[in-house]
């Protein structure tokens, strides 16, 4: 059964020559959105600072936050792209990522090869690729070109191609930073329509975006993010205002989790906080 659990996990980056004066770090905190710390000799940025939930077939959850508050490191959390440091994330069932649409093609290889490379990264058989190709092929429209580089292909071909290869094959989770907009305006009622149906097939939906009404529209759930924490949390009919749910109980769908004292481990649902990392601020 798909399942995505995150219980506590904390993502950070390290950076390495930078000055620990405060005007530094304050300049670095309003670039990034994390909170800005040491780890022995090194600075870091926690992009992601005890966040938990747990989702279920059925759910589609809504990231909502400015610019630096972590949805899109939560989103590359989930795809398996940044391994947190510490708590723990459970991911069960295949990932459809579109978080980047073009991410992982190779230029010099032709359309064909780079569908046949996704479908072998997806762990299907030749046959399952050819029958990949056949459908991409059909949808973008892009005929001998799909024999072609990549790399001669204009931004718009490029796209098409990365949005029929990533909603060529049902997944149990999706993953999407904004809603996509692809092509002219007669290809983009396509993919609309092919996104729409790609994404009721899927059991689960993740959604990053600025547009309030949006995440209203599409998504049961949401998590309001700042500066890689859970600022709220509530449960929402799709197209209706949402309804507020009890916060403060960690571990719970589409809920906050609840602040501990720092180095405190071993309780249900936790995991250790390192207590050796000053956080400025």
Same mark, same amino acid.
């Given at each position: ?14 950076l390495?020559?930078?000055? &620990? ?5 304050q ?18 940025v ?5 966040? #938990? ?5 059925g759910d ?5 936050? &400015?610019?630096?508050? !972590? @949805?899109?490191?939560?989103?590359? =959390? ?9 708590g ?8 459809? #990522?579109l ?10 290889? #032709? !359309? ?21 190709i056949?459908d ?9 070109f799909?024999? *072609? ?7 718009? *071909? &490029?796209?098409?191609?990365?949005? =029929? ?8 989770i ?7 907009s692809? !092509? ?12 729409? +149906? ?11 975006? &600025? #547009?309030?009404?949006?995440? @209203?529209?599409m998504?049961?759930? *949401?998590? +309001?993010?700042? +500066?890689g ?20 109980r960690?571990g ?29 601020g």
């Open positions: 059964m798909a399942s995505v659990d995150a219980d506590r996990i904390v993502v950070e980056f390290p390495y020559n930078v000055a &620990h004066r405060s005007f530094k770090q300049l670095l905190q309003s670039a990034t959105g994390g909170r800005i710390g040491q780890r022995g000799e090194i600075t870091v926690r992009a992601l600072d005890q966040v #938990s939930f747990r989702l279920k077939p589609r959850l809504g990231l909502w936050g &400015h610019n630096g508050s !972590g @949805k899109t490191t939560l989103l590359r =959390a989930i795809a398996g792209v940044y391994r947190p440091v510490t723990r994330l459970d991911v069960t069932g295949r990932i459809a #990522s978080i980047d649409l073009n991410l992982g093609m190779d230029g010099e290889a #032709s !359309g064909i090869e780079n569908i046949r490379l996704r479908g072998v990264l997806l762990g299907l058989s030749r046959r399952e690729s050819d029958r990949l056949d991409v092929a059909e949808f973008t429209e892009l005929g001998d799909l024999s *072609m580089p990549v790399r001669t292909y204009s931004t718009g *071909m &490029h796209m098409r191609l990365g949005f =029929a290869i990533s909603t060529a094959i049902d997944a149990d999706v993953l999407m930073d904004e809603w996509l692809v !092509g002219d305006a007669d290809f983009q009622k396509r993919a609309q329509d092919r996104l729409t +149906h790609f994404l009721a097939r899927s059991k689960i939906l993740v959604l990053a975006s &600025h #547009s309030e009404q949006l995440l @209203k529209d998504c049961t759930r *949401m998590i +309001h993010l700042e +500066h924490r859970i600022q709220a949390a509530w449960e929402q009919t799709p197209a209706q205002a949402p309804v507020a749910t009890e916060p403060g960690a719970e769908i589409g809920q906050a989790p609840v602040a501990t004292e720092p180095g405190r481990a071993g309780e249900p649902g936790q995991a250790p906080v390192p207590s050796s990392v000053g956080w400025a």
